[in-house]
Every structure is written in C-alpha cells, then in structure tokens.
C-alpha cells in the first residue's frame, strides 16, 4: 500500500500546507514501514511551531481524543478509532532545532530519521542516508553519541534488529554496550515498557539473545540470576539463558501457528501441523486471550513469555515435567525472587497474582478419553490457576519441544497435544460445565438447613459438593443435601 492511500484523508484535508503553516512534516516510523512495504497506524509529525494546539485541534475535528505526551517538549497525541475497531495514533511533536535535518538528526536510528511534507510524497528527507541503510537491512546510531544521550536506545536497537532481521552497524554495536551501565540511572517505566515491546514483537527469542550477546540481559533481570550460585555458576546461567530462549522461541512459533493469520508453509512441520489440526479450532479464542491486556500496553501473551523465561530460572524443569514437580525452587523462594522483579518494575497487583498463578500450575496428567476424573483433574487445575492456566499449556508444550531439539517422538507429542486440548476446550468451550459450574447449594444454604453456624467447615463441605458435581456424582439439590448429611454424619 502506498503511503498516500495509508493517510486518512480527513486527516490530510485538516494538516496545513507549507504556505498556510505551520510546516508539517511525517516522519519516523511510518515513513520506514512505508519503505518496507509494512502498514501503519501509528504516524509521527514535526510541526515547525505549535504541535499541541494542531493536535488538539485535529483531535476535535476527527472525534478523537487528545492527550499530553511531553508538554514541555512540545508533544502530544491524538486517538482516534478506526472502523477495525482499532485506533490511528497520531503523535505531534515541535521541531527541534532551526531545521527539519537538525531535527531528524537528533533521532535513534538512521531508519528513523526520514520525513516526506504529507502533502508531496515525492520527495523523501534523508539527511543520514537512511533509506540506503534500509536497502542494505542495517541498523545504525544517527549520531556517535545518539545511544548515550538516551540509553534506552540500546533496548530500541534491539527491539527493531529482532524484529527487522537487520544487522547492527558496528560502530553502534559499541554505543550500545557503553550504554548498558547507565540503564541503572533510566526510569525503571521505561525498560519496563521496551522489556514487553520486544516480549509482544514477533522475534521475542531473537531480541532475548541479542540482550545477552550485548550484555544487557542481566541487567534487566539480574533477580532471575541472583538465587543461582556455586562453582559452576557462570556456566549453569549460560545453560540456563539458552534453555530459557529456546522455550521462548519454541511459544512464539506455536502463538503464530494458531493466529488468525498464520504462515501456511509453518504447518508443515509435522510437530507443528499436529498442532494446527488439534488446536486449529481455538484461533480466534487464543488470539483474544493473548491480546488481552493485564494493565495497559502488557499483554497476556508478553505475560506468559515472561513466565516462561522466568521459570526456567526458578525451575531446573521449566513448566514442570507433568508430574507436578519442578526440581527447582520451592513457592515461597518463587515468590519471593518473582516479587523482587515485579516490584522493581512497578508491576500491579493483577499482574503479580497472575504470574504467582503461572509460576505455581502443574499440568494434570489425563486420559485420552472424557471421564469424571479428567474434569475433576482439569477443574481442580483451573481453580489453582485460573486464566493463567492457559498460558501455561503452551509453556509446556514449547519446552517439552525444547527439551527434544524439536523432534519428540511422535507418540509423546501427540499425548501432550491431546492433554491441551482437554485443557483448552474446558476453558473456552465447556466452562460452565467444569471450571464456573453453578453449585448446587450455598453456604446460606448449608446453614440454614442443617442449623450450622458460618465457619471453614461450610467452605469445605462447598468445595466437596462442587468437586462431586464436576464428576457427574452429584446432580440435583436432594443429592448434594444428601451428601452433607454423609458428611456431617460421618464427623466430617
């Protein structure tokens, strides 16, 4: 698509042209994608004078929202929805500088410092000669100094290098690891925010193995490395970092197997088109679950990414070997060395939960065929982990694939694969029947009838009504009042 066709017209009709002025120029990454054939929704603009009263004014007249990126700096961005459902970001920024080149200058990449005036697109500004470097696939620093001015440039340089597939310019390979001391002086929302950029983008193994080639990794997690000691410490990390990136790389091509669009020649592979074919069925459903959001711009599939690595710091068997042990540490030493990471980042309260849920989950192991006890098995998962438990099949298929170089033997593979589509469709298909099923008594229930006084017992007589309920065992009122007769009766 051209970049012409990309820029809604409405927007185009409101920018002012150089002879009405402001001078407004598109820039960044918009202009990149353009150039690598990639759609856009989010567009970037230098405006040669009041950025934040053009933004508010084009917020307005599209019905968009605006809010204030960086006053200060002159930036402010505007939202507004498109009929995807989905939003155009546009951001506004002052110039920097007496001219467009000396603003492009002060950019992170050569990439990224291109612009066309929205109003001809004939001729492209690249005063850094990025759209050869483009050409030629490379990632290279604007300036000698652009990643020490701003070290999180050197988690961005990775981030784009993984998903680009482009080399690194080696003068800026340098930059970057000069740069990794001082990320202990950047606001620890900032690498939060590009740890999950690069966890959400489609190469997450690939940027987790150029964070530690570039001596970055341990920076960003040293509490994954802490709790490891003794006098093979140094080569126990290294076995652990390169297990830990192939079951991040393994998850990555099993989410991209069952996205809505998903790469046909993937398939293929008989490992992975088993998968297809057994799970094919719950595309749409992983892809809503994987998108959602645990709080803003953090989504579950980063989320179970960044379970996966952690565990395979915590457990010498990452995901657990299904028979519900880990050989690793125990959950309050989990606890205690995921919470440290958590809190350094300011993770919320929903976050920390969900990843204890994730850390602590063991996969059941189940009949091939429906039965009572595979949905007690499966309910009693679910009731541990709860929508974590999701993420967590993958988790354990990708290192059960990692653990066999990719070629288990057909029969284990298969077995796995059945066990996760028991797990999945009781949560997506057959929730109401086993994971949220309505009990047949309440608490208030039990009390009144039974003349009982509130306390842990009825918890207990609750969960053991439930639990016979999920197995078929229990199907009316009168048998459940039955049961807690038994129960009571028999000094339960």
């Known amino acids: 698509m051209t970049l012409q066709k990309s820029l809604p017209p409405a927007l185009l009709e409101l920018l002012p042209s150089p002879v009405e002025g402001p001078q407004v120029w598109l820039v960044g990454g918009a202009v990149r994608d353009h150039f690598l054939h990639r759609q856009s929704f989010d567009l970037d603009f230098v405006v040669a004078g009041d950025a934040l009263r053009l933004a508010r ?50 950019r992170d990449f050569s990439i990224n410092a291109l612009a066309f005036d929205p109003h001809n697109l004939d001729i492209l500004i690249d005063p850094t000669d990025g759209l050869n470097d483009l050409k030629d696939s490379l990632l290279r620093a604007c300036k000698s100094d652009a990643i020490q001015s701003d070290p999180v440039r050197a988690l961005r340089a990775v981030r784009i290098a993984s998903e680009l597939e482009f080399r690194i310019e080696p003068n800026t390979i340098q930059q970057i690891k000069e740069a990794g001391p001082l990320l202990a002086h950047i606001s620890v929302e900032r690498l939060r925010d590009e740890i999950f950029r690069m966890l959400d983008n489609h190469k997450p193994a690939r940027s987790l193995r150029l964070l530690d080639h570039l001596g970055l990794f341990d920076m960003l997690f040293y509490e994954f490395c802490d709790h490891i000691g003794g006098e093979s410490r140094i080569e126990d ?132 065929e429906t039965s009572g006890d595979n949905d007690l098995q499966i309910y009693r998962y679910y009731q541990q982990t709860k929508d974590a438990g999701v993420g967590l099949v993958f988790c354990d298929l990708a290192n059960f694939l990692a653990g066999t170089d990719g070629s288990p033997s057909e029969e284990q593979w298969e077995s796995r694969v059945i066990i996760a589509r028991q797990l999945l469709e009781a949560y997506f298909d057959r929730r109401d029947e086993i994971i949220d099923l309505e009990p047949l008594l309440a608490g208030e229930e039990i009390i009144s009838e039974f003349k009982l006084k509130p306390g842990p017992m009825i918890g207990k007589f609750l969960q053991h009504l439930v639990e016979l309920q999920v197995t078929g065992k229990l199907k009316t009122r009168d048998q459940a009042l039955a049961s807690v007769r038994e129960m009571l009766a028999g000094g339960s």
């Open 237 to 368: 990390m290294r076995d652990i970092a390169q297990q830990a990136f192939a079951v991040i790389s393994r998850l990555s091509e099993l989410f991209q197997v069952l996205a809505p669009m998903h790469d046909p020649e993937a398939v293929a592979d008989s490992t992975l088109g088993l998968v297809a074919i057994r799970l094919g069925r719950f595309r749409e459903e992983m892809s809503d679950y994987l998108d959602e959001e645990l709080s803003s711009g953090r989504t579950i599939k980063a989320w179970v990414l960044l379970g996966s690595l952690f565990s395979s710091y915590v457990n010498r068997d990452p995901c657990g070997d299904g028979d519900g042990s880990h050989d690793g540490l125990d959950r309050g030493s989990k606890t205690f060395v995921a919470s440290a990471w958590l809190d350094r980042y300011h993770m919320s309260r929903k976050e920390k939960n969900w990843l204890d849920r994730f850390l602590i989950g063991h996969i059941p192991q189940l009949s091939e």
């Open 57 to 106: 004014r084009i917020a307005d007249a599209l019905g968009g929202k605006y809010y204030d990126l960086d006053p200060e700096r002159g930036a402010g961005r505007v939202l507004v929805p498109r009929s995807t459902g989905e939003e155009w970001v546009f951001d506004f920024t002052r110039m920097r500088g007496s001219s467009l080149q000396e603003d492009l200058g002060y």
